[in-house]
């Protein structure tokens, strides 16, 4: 089994790696740059010869989630080659091209959890891992005698699955950082119990940045909401999403943010409950006692570019001293739409309370990890994040683009 990693040395790039064997070729995600993050431009575009151009040399593309520098460029895949993705990743990426009024994107074969597909003579197991990001799977390779963790964006592996992969030759993740901690006792913060508290010692209107498929901390909100007697609210967008999931989240039915931030297009309505409810200017249809009602007891979702609804609900209900729980990963946080975002929050005096999400596992749960699995070998596609050149004994290590790897 030949590995090749196209593009990800040092920074955070768009994840496209290359299976080979003799016969058979495949490709592992394929999306773009993160420009905002790493200043690159958004226009930057991928070209392998016989991906994207040329006479196709590859079997399959696999799309392991969502995220844009994991699938945002599969248009760009030549139009014979097959693409698989998975249900969920395959809902998200409808709802997003409605919203963004884009080409829906292209799948050839859904893949399913535990259910082994061949391709060529490659076989791969799709592994999903609902944590933190709805639709993501691992991937189990096997080829040629030898077996290939694919973890992608490195996550806690769930001990019930280690039957399922067994003991592999070599784990190739995005990146393995671990916690800085043996254990999660300083993650604390990151409680159901803490959140509600600071739900309940509000007076005001509570507000939630959060990403719309960070499956755990949906939950996570929706509990403490719960414990704090509030119910979450939910823009069109974020809804659409959550109540198309295989799984659908959509616990509380009736709360919805007014509010939509793009053009009402036949693609978008086909998503909005109510028109009433969901009009691109909802927010002022209703009496101020009407709104009043139903706003009180709600603890509103928000995303880094819905600071038009909170310009529009500053001008009803003032919003200093209402509280903003911020549970966004950090490289997000630094990204320039979100610090704006921010920085609006806190220009209308709300008062922000950060919260730690984080991909990464601590180190007894990744140590464990290394411990069942047995790997020879850690491959990382990313430097970014890297905490040690070696982890409960095996070496990391770390290829240039188009470096080329015998499993």
Not at 18 to 24: C, F, G, K, L, R
Not at 341 to 358: A, K, R, V
Request: charged share 25%.
């Amino acid at each position: 089994m030949n590995l090749k990693i196209h593009r990800g040395n040092g920074c955070v790039e768009y994840n496209l790696v290359e299976i080979a064997t003799e016969t058979t070729k495949i490709i592992l995600d394929c999306g773009r740059n993160l420009p905002l993050l790493d200043n690159n431009p958004i226009e930057e575009a991928i070209n392998v010869t016989g991906l994207t151009s040329g006479a196709s040399v590859y079997d399959a593309v696999i799309v392991t989630h969502h995220y844009v520098d994991h699938g945002d460029f599969i248009e760009r895949v030549n139009g014979d080659i097959p693409i698989f993705m998975n249900a969920d990743t395959k809902i998200i990426l409808d709802v997003v091209a409605d919203f963004s009024d884009s080409p829906l994107p292209r799948v050839d074969k859904f893949l399913e959890h535990g259910r082994s597909e061949k391709i060529g003579d490659i076989s791969v197991l799709p592994i999903s891992v609902d944590r933190r990001v709805a639709g993501k799977m691992i991937l189990l390779i096997e080829a040629g005698g030898k077996k290939l963790l694919y973890t992608s964006g490195y996550s806690y592996i769930d001990p019930a699955y280690y039957a399922m992969i067994g003991t592999v030759d070599a784990i190739l993740g995005e990146v393995f950082h671990v916690g800085d901690t043996d254990d999660d006792v300083n993650n604390l913060c990151n409680s159901e119990e803490y959140t509600a508290e600071l739900i309940r010692r509000s007076d005001k209107h509570v507000f939630v940045l959060c990403s719309v498929t960070d499956i755990d901390w949906i939950k996570h909100i929706e509990r403490a909401c719960r414990k704090s007697g509030r119910n979450m609210a939910l823009d069109p967008f974020m809804k659409s999403i959550l109540e198309k999931l295989t799984t659908p989240m959509i616990v509380d039915p009736f709360g919805f943010v007014p509010y939509i931030d793009v053009e009402r297009t036949p693609r978008v309505d086909k998503h909005l409950i109510c028109n009433r409810d969901m009009d691109f200017y909802g927010i002022d249809n209703f009496s101020s006692a009407e709104n009043a009602a139903r706003m009180t007891n709600l603890v509103f979702m928000l995303r880094p570019n819905m600071g038009g609804f909170l310009r529009r609900f500053n001008e009803l209900y003032p919003l200093a001293g209402s509280t903003l729980i911020s549970c966004m990963w950090g490289g997000y946080c630094s990204v320039e739409l979100t610090e704006d975002f921010i920085d609006l929050c806190c220009s209308l005096g709300m008062e922000e309370e950060p919260l730690t999400p984080s991909d990464y596992p601590y180190r007894k749960q990744f140590e464990a990890a290394i411990e069942q699995l047995k790997p020879k070998t850690l491959i990382s596609v990313q430097r970014i994040g890297m905490v040690a050149s070696e982890s409960h004994g095996k070496t990391i290590k770390i290829y240039n683009s188009d470096a080329e790897i015998m499993i």
